[in-house]
């Protein structure tokens, strides 16, 4: 090989390698994370053209960490081995990436080196992702909101970091800010899967659903090479936006099955992210009583989740996975489950396990709530449940709001109306546009005996029909 020399990756910073293929491998890589496509395996043909590059290596140590783990130490040695003649970039990226995937990491630090990588290279949106992911899972995206801020100035024309702005901005309530956030990097790229995504969510969230079907249908055509997670939950978006604009069932099942559950058929699909879709989708319509057209999918897609291949990947997956088996009568490998995950929270940290306590809770209660024990269910959740605060399972308000419903569900399942029309009256003052929550308070007056029980009915058959009654 010829004298390693440095070269320039997409962001303008120096990567030591006399690879031109290896440098273009990382320039596609970053392009695959950025715009959420499915071909993020192509940095493992930067160490193949150049097995010296600390940047190649250490960026495909951290794909396989995901992907195939057992293969990641040979890259990560192959970096460190070279990581004396490094550029300065290569070696903030390994420090940071080597102590991420590392078995006793502290989550706080892993987020304050990222915050300390970007004041120095701030023009790195892939570790500027990274960033967002590890904050979304600690469910501290106020946390992200400070670092993206910081490196905005120097990006300001890049259209990949307004969608990772508009979606912390979201997440944080700030709707009309995240939905200027979300424009700008839509008109910047129309094909960005990420701001198409934080746009719709600010539809949704203001019960625009009309408005969001249309805007995603529009966008639909650019999804064929995203990733089977970004693909799906597109679709997913779409489907809760017809399930809540009361549109007919028919628009549901058929992206059901056209694009959640035939994603599957594709020889390049991951299966666990079609699965975390699929799940989410067929709990909502569980809730709704939206019982027809569960029971075969449901069993199809217990068949598949009794694989333990796809348990303990994401606490938010494995808490529907518990429903999902627990609701199709597979109680022992429920438990099963169940047992796995407190096995894993005891092994945590003190500061993780307080951290995870919400989320174990929850998982029992979801647990319980699929076998019908509604009693324990509720005595799980509590009667103050907030959803917001199970964001450390790793999921967004729009995924976490199926559990509010739940929650509700059970209070007035056990003879709880009031404690339920105060949880519902709280979610109206957020969403007073969604007709399934005044139908909820119709049903919870009506178990009181209030009068206004009828009017809040009649409120939500006004709400259902002026959304998608002339579709």
């Known amino acids: 090989m010829a004298a390693a020399e440095m070269k320039l990756d997409r962001w303008g910073y120096q990567v030591r390698t006399s690879s031109d293929a290896c440098i273009s491998a990382i320039n596609d890589y970053y392009h695959q994370v950025l715009s959420y496509e499915r071909k993020r395996s192509v940095i493992l043909e930067a160490p193949k053209s150049d097995p010296e590059c600390?940047?190649?290596?250490?960026?495909?140590a951290h794909f396989l960490c995901s992907s195939d783990p057992s293969r990641a130490p040979e890259f990560i040695d192959a970096a460190k081995s070279h990581l004396e003649c490094a550029s300065s970039y290569e070696k903030a990226v390994f420090e940071v990436i080597q102590y991420m995937i590392s078995s006793d990491r502290d989550d706080d630090l892993v987020v304050q080196q990222h915050s300390k990588l970007l004041q120095d290279f701030p023009r790195d949106l892939v570790s500027l992702k990274r960033a967002q992911v590890q904050c979304f899972y600690m469910g501290r995206l106020d946390l992200f909101l400070g670092i993206v801020e910081q490196v905005l100035p120097m990006n300001d024309h890049e259209d990949y970091i307004y969608g990772m702005l508009a979606f912390t901005l979201l997440e944080l309530g700030?709707?009309?800010?995240?939905?200027?956030?979300?424009?700008?990097?839509?008109?910047?790229?129309?094909?960005?899967?990420?701001?198409?995504?934080?746009?719709?969510?600010?539809?949704?969230?203001?019960?625009?659903?009309?408005?969001?079907?249309?805007?995603?249908?529009?966008?639909?055509?650019s999804w064929g090479s995203l990733s089977s997670f970004m693909y799906t939950h597109n679709w997913w978006h779409i489907a809760l936006c017809y399930l809540e604009g009361h549109a007919p069932i028919t628009k549901v099942e058929d992206i059901y099955n056209e694009h959640i559950w035939k994603e599957l058929e594709r020889s390049d699909a991951t299966p666990v992210e079609v699965y975390l879709n699929a799940s989410g989708l067929?709990?909502?319509?569980?809730?709704?009583?939206?019982?027809?057209?569960?029971?075969?999918r449901l069993n199809e897609?217990?068949?598949?989740?009794?694989?333990?291949?796809?348990?303990?990947l994401e606490w938010h997956l494995d808490i529907l996975i518990?429903?999902?088996?627990?609701?199709?009568?597979?109680?022992?490998?429920?438990?099963?489950?169940?047992?796995?995950?407190?096995?894993?929270v005891s092994m945590m940290s003190k500061k993780k396990q307080q951290q995870m306590h919400r989320g174990l809770a929850l998982a029992e209660a979801l647990y319980r709530y699929g076998r019908g024990d509604y009693k324990k269910a509720v005595e799980l959740l509590g009667h103050d449940f907030d959803a917001i605060?199970?964001?450390?399972?790793?999921?967004?308000?729009?995924?976490?709001?199926?559990?509010?419903?739940?929650?509700?569900?059970?209070?007035?399942?056990?003879g709880e109306a009031s404690a339920a029309k105060e949880a519902i009256e709280k979610q109206l003052k957020k969403r007073e546009g969604a007709p399934f929550l005044w139908s909820l308070l119709e049903k919870a007056c009506s178990i009181l005996g209030m009068e206004e029980a009828a009017s809040y009915g009649q409120k939500a058959k006004q709400l259902e029909a002026a959304y998608f009654h002339a579709a």
């Open 174 to 221: 700030r709707m009309e800010d995240a939905e200027k956030a979300g424009k700008k990097g839509y008109e910047l790229n129309k094909d960005d899967a990420w701001s198409q995504h934080a746009l719709c969510h600010v539809y949704q969230y203001e019960c625009r659903f009309k408005e969001a079907v249309e805007f995603m249908m529009n966008c639909a055509q």
């Open 322 to 344: 518990l429903w999902t088996l627990s609701c199709t009568g597979r109680f022992n490998k429920a438990e099963e489950l169940l047992k796995g995950l407190n096995s894993r």
């Open 54 to 60: 600390v940047l190649g290596n250490i960026l495909a």
């Open 301 to 312: 897609l217990a068949n598949c989740l009794t694989d333990q291949a796809f348990w303990f």
């Open 389 to 414: 605060n199970y964001k450390v399972i790793g999921a967004s308000d729009e995924q976490l709001d199926v559990f509010t419903e739940v929650h509700i569900t059970l209070l007035l399942e056990t």
């Open 282 to 296: 067929l709990l909502r319509l569980y809730v709704r009583g939206v019982h027809d057209i569960l029971k075969d």
